[in-house]
């Protein structure tokens, strides 16, 4: 029976989390942002299971047997050159860890009040009108993997929008307000929302095609000269001397103009440096677009590296957030045309804002819904020791069907 040398004891820094994968634990410490990759063993295992048992608090006792083990010795040493632990030796009292634990909010399982309730929401997009006349090649699949106009049914009565946005900005003062279509130009009530927007003072992002951008409408003066941002959304091929005249029209107002270009392979890059030099673009997204053919290029320039991952710098406030909530989707509510309310274009209505009070939308998606809880618990993320390192999941994982666009696992 080996003899327990009770006043020896690793004990870790409580910065540091502790995530388990199949074949390796990853450490990673929210105060110095670094990272750490143990491989498994059967001695690795049992520390490690001492380590995540809360009781122990961060620390294990050694054993001699242990501490002359070579693999433990690469431990202790890895852990003291990176911070992120030591063994402390005679000491009468055994060492005290609180290790990084999530205090979940209320919020989480409880029941809430209608202003808690609301206090969940971030950001309110509207589709003013489904109707365009425009039929790009991407129409029916641009809006599932990134704001994007969309052809529907109907247009949203201007007193829903005012109602749900006063109702929400008095519990949230910096919710986001996303306005797009259709072909917002065609909206019947754009002039009023606009005199609505700016009498409130309320920043307002305007998601427009540049083919449904007249330079001569009077309505897009009004959108102009107000303190709106404007996201052209440009997909290939650019007819150039259309952009041209876009471009030259909204130079004076750049700093409240981006413009995303969607993308779909290396040429549509090529021809994208090409663009943004000849007008001289500065302020501009690239927009990935998976259209069903092209996974190659997804995965040469969207699917996530271990370098990726090792370059992050997250807090505990960050990792916490990973563990509980899609940070992509949480607190986003989508209101479509035809007055459907959707926490994810991809998945299925919660309600309509015609018929359906917004605090119950909230709770529904909150307790019952499919985007903002949805983290990386699936197979075969649920088996990978940077699934909470890594972003929440997204659109593209739902429209490649596929629940782990990485090199890593």
């Known amino acids: 029976m080996n003899q327990i040398s009770q006043n020896c004891s690793l004990s870790l820094d409580p910065n540091v989390f502790i995530f388990k994968g199949s074949s390796e634990f990853v450490l990673y410490n929210s105060e110095l942002k670094t990272i750490v990759r143990i491989?498994?063993?059967?001695?690795?295992?049992?520390?490690?299971?001492?380590?995540?048992?809360?009781n122990n608090l961060y620390?294990?006792?050694?054993s001699d047997n242990m501490l002359n083990d070579t693999t433990v010795k690469d431990l202790i040493l890895e852990l003291q050159k990176n911070y992120m632990g030591d063994i402390f030796y005679d000491a009468e009292v055994k060492p005290i860890t609180i290790p990084p634990v999530m205090k979940c909010h209320e919020a989480l399982n409880g029941n809430m009040d209608n202003g808690n309730l609301l206090s969940l929401?971030?950001?309110?997009?509207?589709?003013?009108?489904?109707?365009?006349?425009?039929n790009c090649c991407g129409c029916e699949s641009y809006y599932k993997q990134f704001v994007f106009c969309r052809k529907n049914s109907g247009y949203l009565n201007v007193l829903y929008i005012k109602n749900l946005i006063e109702r929400v900005i008095k519990v949230v003062p910096s919710l986001r307000i996303n306005v797009c279509g259709g072909n917002i130009f065609k909206y019947p009530d754009l002039d009023e929302l606009l005199s609505y927007f700016a009498v409130?003072?309320?920043?307002?992002?305007?998601?427009?095609?540049?083919?449904?951008?007249?330079?001569?409408?009077?309505?897009?003066?009004?959108?102009?000269l107000d303190n709106f941002v404007i996201h052209v959304l440009v997909n290939f091929p650019i007819i150039e001397d259309i952009f041209f005249n876009i471009v030259s029209m909204l130079r004076n107002v750049s700093n409240r103009v981006v413009y995303k270009f969607i993308l779909t392979s290396e040429n549509d890059i090529m021809e994208l440096e090409s663009v943004i030099k000849k007008f001289s673009i500065v302020d501009y997204i690239m927009v990935p677009f998976y259209n069903g053919s092209n996974i190659s290029f997804f995965e040469k320039y969207v699917y996530i590296t271990i370098d990726d991952l090792m370059s992050e710098n997250l807090t505990k406030k960050d990792i916490f957030r990973r563990m509980a909530v899609n940070v992509n989707?949480?607190?986003r509510l989508i209101v479509s045309s035809d007055g459907n309310v959707y926490s994810n274009l991809n998945f299925s209505p919660l309600g309509n804002i015609k018929s359906d009070a917004l605090p119950y939308l909230v709770e529904k998606e909150w307790k019952e819904g499919k985007a903002w809880k949805k983290v990386r618990n699936d197979v075969p993320c649920s088996n990978c020791a940077f699934k909470y390192l890594c972003p929440s999941p997204s659109d593209y994982e739902l429209a490649i069907n596929k629940p782990n666009l990485c090199h890593v696992f």
């Open 39 to 54: 491989e498994k063993s059967d001695i690795i295992n049992k520390i490690f299971n001492e380590f995540l048992n809360i």
């Open 59 to 62: 620390t294990v006792v050694l």
């Open 121 to 134: 929401l971030n950001e309110l997009t509207f589709y003013l009108i489904g109707d365009c006349d425009r």
């Open 200 to 224: 409130n003072g309320l920043k307002v992002n305007f998601y427009i095609n540049h083919f449904n951008i007249n330079i001569g409408s009077k309505i897009l003066q009004k959108i102009l």
């Open 329 to 331: 989707y949480v607190g």
